[in-house]
C-alpha cells in the first residue's frame, strides 16, 4: 500500500498542485522536519489537505496523517478505502454522542509514533476564502500530549480554486504562510486566543481582500 | 535524437548566449568575494535563474516543432493564471475564468494547423462576443463590467500577446531552405526584448537620472531607456544576420522597436501592480519575482514583431 500511496502523490498530485495550481510558499522552513507534531491550517477546500501534504517530499508523505471527518470520508466503501489507505486519514467522530475518552485515540498513535498530525480547527470548509470560528478540540486534544508543538499554516486561493459544493476546478496560485511553531498551554482561553492571532496574522500578511 | 532547427547559425547564436551567462555568473562571483561588505544575494539568484531559463527555454524551442508549441502554451498558461490569481475576481463568476482558461488550447490549436484568420481574431472576436454570454447565463449582474473587462484585457495580453511568439514557428515560407527558421525568429525576438529589459536596468542603474514615468514606475529612467535602445540595436546587427533575413534598415528598424516596445510591456504591467499595490507578480522565479514580471516586455514585443516580419517578409 506504501507503493501506491506513494506514487500517487509523486505522479499524480504533486505534478497536479506544483504544475496546474502553484504554490508560493513562505517560509518552509518553518515546516515541522519530523513527528511528532501538529499542524493546523484554515479549511476552505478539499484541495487544502492536498496542498499540506505537497509540502512534504519523498518518504516522509507516510508519516503525514490528515484527521478528517468520518460521517464524510468514511460514508462508502470506496471513499473508505482511498481515505484510510491512500490519503492516510485519522477518522475523526465529529459529534460524539457523550464525553468519549477514546475519540482522539487514533491522533494520540499517530503522534507517538512520531507522524505530522494534520487539523483543521475549523471543522469543515465552510464559507470560500473565509476563516470560521475555531473549534477548541485541540486544547483538549493536546491535554494529554502537552509537549507536541503545534504549526500554525495559512492558505489562501485554493477557496477560489475547488470551494465547496462546486465540481468545477478552477486554477488559481495558492499562498501557503508557514507560521513559528508554539506550545500547548493549560488555559484554554489563552490558548485558543494564541491559534487564533497566529492564524489571523498569517492571514492578514498576504492582505487579500475578500472574496466577494 | 536530431535537432532539425539546429542549424549553424543558432549554433553560433546559443554558444553566444552561453559566454554571456558565464562571463555573467564569473563577474558575480568575482564582485560577491571581492567586495564581501556588499550584499549580492539577489543578483546571484537572478543569474542562477537566468541560467534555468535559459536551458529550459533552448531545449524547448530547439527539440521539437509541436514540444515548443506546448511549451509556449503552457507559458501563457502561467501567466494567465499569476495575473487571474492577482486581481480580484467575482465569486459568482468563476466559470467565466475557467473558460478564459480554455482559450489557451484553443488558440494554440489553430497556431498547430496554421491558420492564421481564425488565430488572429479567435481571442478578440470569437472570446469576446463569447464571454459575456456565458455571464448572461449565470445572471449576476454586479461586478459585469469588472470581471469582462479584467479577464478580456488578461486573454488580450498573456494569451493573444503571448501566442504571437508561437506563431512565428508556423509562419509560412519560414520551414525549408530559407535561413530564417521559426525557430531563429522566435530566439531573435526573445533574446532581444529579455536583453533589453536587462541592458535598461543597468543603464538606468549606473547613469539614471531622469524619471520617465515617475508615478507609474520610479526606477525606469531616460538614460536607461535610451541606453537599452543603443544597446539593444547593436545586439540586434550582431544577431540579424545569423537568425533573421533582415536587410540593415529592418534590423536598426527592429532593434529600436523591440527596445521601445519592450519597455512599454515592461510598464504596462507595472502600472497594474501598482494599481493592485503590489511589487512582485509572484514567487515563482527565484530574484525576478513571478512570471508577469519577466514576460511583461514579451507581451507588447512578440505581437508587434510578427505582423513587422509577416507584412515585410513572409506576406
Known sequence: ?212 | MKIAALSQEIMIVLIGILLLLIVSSLTAFILTKTKPEKDFTEINLRIKSWWMMATVFTFAILINHNISLIFLAFLCFLALKEYLSLIPTHRAHRQILFWAYLAIPIQFYWIYIGWYGMFIIFIPVYMFLFLPIRMLLIGENKGFLRTMGSVHWGLMLMVFGLSHLAYLLVLPGTTGANVASGTGLVLYIVILTQCNDVAQFMWGKTLGKHKVLPRVSPNKTWEGLLGGIATTMGLALLLAPLLTPFALWSTLFSGFAISLAGFIGDVNISSLKRDLGIKDSGQTIPGHGGILDRVDSLTYTAPLFLHFVRYFYFG
Open chain 1, 1 to 212: 500500500m506504501k507503493i501506491v500511496r506513494r506514487l500517487f502523490f509523486t505522479i499524480i498530485i504533486r505534478p497536479f498542485i506544483l504544475i496546474i495550481l502553484g504554490l508560493n510558499v513562505r517560509r518552509p522552513e518553518n515546516l515541522p522536519t519530523e513527528g511528532p507534531a501538529i499542524l493546523v491550517a484554515n479549511h476552505n477546500s478539499h484541495l487544502d489537505t492536498l496542498v499540506l501534504m505537497t509540502l512534504f517530499k519523498g518518504k516522509k508523505i507516510h508519516g503525514i496523517r490528515p484527521v478528517a471527518a468520518a460521517d464524510y470520508f468514511l460514508k462508502n466503501k470506496w471513499l473508505a478505502w482511498f481515505s484510510l489507505h491512500i490519503m492516510h486519514i485519522i477518522p475523526l467522530n465529529r459529534r460524539p454522542k457523550r464525553r468519549d475518552e477514546s475519540l482522539f485515540q487514533g491522533v494520540y498513535d499517530a503522534l507517538d509514533q512520531n507522524e505530522i498530525v494534520i487539523l483543521f480547527p475549523e471543522g469543515s470548509r465552510g464559507e470560500p476564502e473565509k476563516v470560521s470560528r475555531l473549534k477548541s478540540g485541540i486544547y483538549y486534544l493536546l491535554r494529554e500530549r502537552p509537549d507536541v508543538p503545534v504549526y500554525p499554516v495559512f492558505m489562501h486561493g485554493l477557496g477560489k480554486s475547488l470551494p465547496k459544493g462546486e465540481a468545477l476546478f478552477v486554477p488559481f496560485f495558492c499562498d501557503v504562510f508557514v507560521g513559528e511553531s508554539f506550545a500547548w498551554h493549560s488555559d484554554k482561553k489563552t490558548f485558543m486566543t494564541t491559534v487564533e492571532t497566529q492564524m489571523e496574522e498569517l492571514a492578514n500578511e498576504g492582505g487579500f481582500t475578500a472574496w466577494e
